[in-house]
């Protein structure tokens, strides 16, 4: 059964679409456009009761929060394609703390400089300096405590890559590629190195661009072409 992702794979459904690309399972996209509101529809509402994309519906069963229906499906999926959750208990539980870092001190002012330098303008809001100079204070403190950590170990859980690193690729390509703010990453010796070698994973980066720049209408046949690219 291919699972439909609603949201535009520009934003946080990304992070969902790259666990599907590196897991190997089918999805399709159904696009809400969140510059005319859809997500605001009373029917899109009736799926995901806060708003947000991105949501899943595979068959009868319906999950949204990006890294819910990611751990649901690293899970479901665990000997399929790249081992995500790691062997041991032990490990797991490293990368569920990891997960929770990126999801509550990594991706809040990430996010927030995106909205701001990125999709703001976009609707004609003008970016404020104040805004953008707290956040970037935010995340760099929060970098700084990877490059501590990524000095001991090769990925943010320990020796493989994990979910936890995975959860970091779609926000943190707009970083580099988008708000001219890769210095972020490039200043710190071991973050540099870590961004470098999950890049290469599967090859997620470029399909990270892909996503932030194709059209919806363009998306399904590139989603096939990429896929199959990336499973061969
Ligand atoms: N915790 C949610 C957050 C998702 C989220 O922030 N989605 C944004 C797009 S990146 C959104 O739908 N924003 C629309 C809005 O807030 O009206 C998740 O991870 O699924």
Redesign the pocket.
């Given at each position: 059964m291919v699972v439909k992702v609603y949201g535009p794979s520009y934003?946080?459904p990304k992070?969902v679409i790259a666990l599907f690309i590196e897991k190997g399972i089918e999805f399709e996209v159904v696009d809400v456009d969140?510059f005319k509101a859809e997500?605001r529809n009373p029917d899109y509402l009736k799926l995901q009761p806060f708003?947000?994309?991105?949501v899943i519906q595979d068959g009868d069963y319906t999950l949204?929060?990006?890294?819910a229906i990611m751990r649901y499906y690293a899970e479901k999926y665990k000997s399929q394609g790249t081992e995500l959750l790691g062997k041991t208990i032990e490990e797991r539980g490293l990368i569920e703390q990891w997960l929770e870092v990126e999801a509550h001190n990594y991706q809040p002012p990430l996010?927030d400089l995106v909205v701001e330098l990125l999709f703001g303008p976009k609707m004609g809001k003008t970016p404020d300096p104040k805004r953008i100079e707290k956040d970037e204070e935010k995340l760099v403190r929060v970098l700084d405590v990877y490059e501590e950590r990524l000095s001991k170990t090769k990925y943010l859980a320990g020796g493989s890559f994990s979910l936890a690193d995975l959860s970091h690729l779609p926000f943190t390509q707009y970083l580099v590629t988008s708000l001219e703010k890769e210095y972020l990453i490039r200043d710190r010796e071991h973050v540099s190195a870590w961004w470098d070698d999950i890049n290469q994973i599967q090859d997620l980066f470029r399909l990270m661009i892909y996503l932030s720049l194709i059209w919806i209408e363009e998306f399904d046949h590139l989603n096939k072409r990429q896929s199959e690219q990336l499973r061969s």
């Open positions: 934003a946080s992070r969140l997500n708003g947000v994309l991105p949204y929060e990006s890294r996010h």
